[in-house]
């Protein structure tokens, strides 16, 4: 069965630094990837999505991740950190079967200081 | 352009009572349709999936049940709500050929 697993359940940069964002998954197949964001009391919105294409995935906002498969990771990153970073990110993996369902890693929090 | 409505905002309910969370999507059609539960502290859980009208699929047995009456509409419903059913609840809609989903703002419930 697919799994996501985010490594740390909270971040914290300066602004201005750089955003990693770790994530591992497992799959028996060549998965579809994905990070999204998801601001206090909002909706969740796609960042970018992995689906066995290019390795280096690009994404709204600056982010980026790179399929790893060697690793079996898919982290997110961002050259740069700004205040309106700070949110809360899955990653997110396609399960095989019917319905285009999609697993949530438990999410990690992103604080940016000052 | 598609857009996925999801209300209300908030709501508050006491225990035992009924419950029933509307969405909506517009400018596509025969989209899959997903309700999420986003408990305090705690991950996603996706708790139905619909392919087509009237086709519903349970992930997780509880005190919910959803219904897709028209091909854009998707409800999430209970008859007596629990102290444990508090949480956001997260519509999504997809492509059938595309993997990614768009959510909706969410509902916030909190059962009192």
């Known amino acids: 069965a697919q799994s996501v697993t985010q490594l740390d359940s909270h971040v914290s940069v300066s602004e201005g630094t750089p955003v990693l964002l770790r994530c591992n998954y497992s799959?028996?197949?060549?998965?579809?990837l994905f990070w999204y964001v998801q601001h206090p009391n909002k909706g969740l919105q796609l960042l970018l999505k992995?689906?066995?294409?290019?390795?280096l995935v690009k994404g709204i906002n600056g982010f980026e991740a790179e399929f790893k498969k060697s690793e079996t990771s898919f982290h997110l990153t961002k050259p740069s950190a700004h205040m309106s970073d700070a949110a809360e990110y899955f990653c997110?993996?396609?399960?095989?079967?019917?319905?285009?369902?999609?697993?949530f890693g438990t999410g990690t929090q992103l604080k940016v200081e000052l | 352009s598609q857009t996925i409505h999801q209300w209300p905002a908030t709501l508050v309910q006491p225990v035992g009572s009924p419950l029933s969370l509307e969405c909506t999507v517009e400018?596509?059609?025969?989209?899959?349709l997903y309700w999420y539960r986003q408990a305090a502290g705690r991950g996603l859980q996706l708790l139905f999936y619909?392919?087509?009208?009237?086709?519903i699929s349970s992930e997780v047995p509880q005190n919910l049940s959803a219904s897709r009456p028209q091909d854009r509409q998707f409800i999430l419903s209970s008859k007596k709500l629990l102290l444990s059913d508090s949480g956001f609840y997260l519509c999504?809609?997809?492509?059938?050929?595309?993997?990614?989903?768009?959510f909706g703002s969410g509902t916030r419930l909190t059962v009192v």
């Open positions: 999504a809609w997809g492509e059938k050929r595309d993997y990614g989903y768009t």
């Open positions: 799959s028996s197949y060549s998965p579809s």
């Open positions: 992995y689906t066995s294409a290019a390795t």
């Open positions: 997110v993996v396609r399960l095989t079967g019917g319905g285009n369902k999609l697993t």
């Open positions: 400018g596509t059609s025969n989209p899959n």
């Open positions: 619909s392919v087509g009208i009237g086709q």
